[in-house]
């Protein structure tokens, strides 16, 4: 089955600084992948997702970038605030054939802006 | 509102006695699915639905049930709970069209098995 990591654990940054985030997947058939934001005590909430036919999509403050050949994505944050302290996951899905559809998360990682 | 509702959102029960947690969205979403999340492991889908009666095991289905006899609800059964199942449970619904959807999760059932 799909295998995903994602590093770093912990991540601290100072406001306004950016911050990166790196997972790399298994399953050469997974083609979608998005990335969640889970504050403390609340569900994950997704916060940009990209297909496998884009190589990178960007929304205001927060971007992704995938490489397929490598198999890896990262999450961009520009211009963190405060309000960006939370554990954020990666996923990768199968878009078809065994298993499709099902969703791989990463371990996360606590990202913790330092006003 | 579109949402994913559970219940109950907090549970402290005792080893063996058999408990459900329900999951239902207002979305007519085909896709359901149920995870575990616990410290430092990420989310672990237990078992997911793609429709009305079909089921499949995740990645932890061992020590849980589920049915899927209408196409909103989407129980999580624990027949005989021990304590490695204490965790924070999450119901997720997606739409099945094209595959690429995002799953919406619920708010969260916290478990305590003594």
């Known amino acids: 089955g799909e295998n995903v990591e994602q590093h770093p654990s912990t991540l601290s940054v100072q406001e306004g600084d950016s911050a990166v985030i790196k997972c790399t997947y298994s399953d050469s058939a997974s083609n979608y992948f998005p990335w969640y934001k889970q504050e403390l005590g609340k569900r994950p909430q997704l916060i940009i997702d990209?297909?496998?036919?884009?190589g990178e999509k960007k929304d205001q403050r927060i971007a992704v970038t995938l490489n397929k050949t490598a198999k890896h994505f990262s999450l961009h944050i520009t211009e963190t605030q405060p309000e960006d302290s939370a554990v954020y996951f990666c996923?990768?899905?199968?878009?078809?054939?065994?298993?499709?559809?099902?969703?791989?998360f990463g371990k996360g990682t606590k990202l913790s802006v330092i006003p | 509102e579109a949402q994913v509702t559970q219940n109950p959102r907090y549970l402290i029960t005792v080893t063996g006695k058999k408990l459900t947690v329900t999951c239902s969205q207002n979305m007519n979403h085909e896709y359901m699915s149920w995870y575990r999340q616990d410290p430092g492991l990420g989310l672990r889908q237990i078992y997911y639905s793609m429709n009305v009666e079909v089921t499949d095991k995740g990645d932890v289905p061992e020590g849980y049930k589920v049915s899927r006899k209408e196409k909103r609800n989407f129980p999580l059964i624990l027949e005989s709970p021990s304590p490695n199942q204490t965790s924070l449970y999450f119901c997720?619904?997606?739409?099945?069209?094209?595959?690429?959807?995002?799953?919406?999760f619920g708010d969260g059932t916290r478990l305590s098995i003594l």
């Open positions: 990209i297909r496998s036919n884009v």
């Open positions: 996923a990768a899905q199968r878009g078809s054939g065994a298993g499709s559809y099902q969703l791989t």
């Open positions: 997720a619904s997606r739409s099945w069209d094209s595959g690429s959807q995002p799953q919406h």
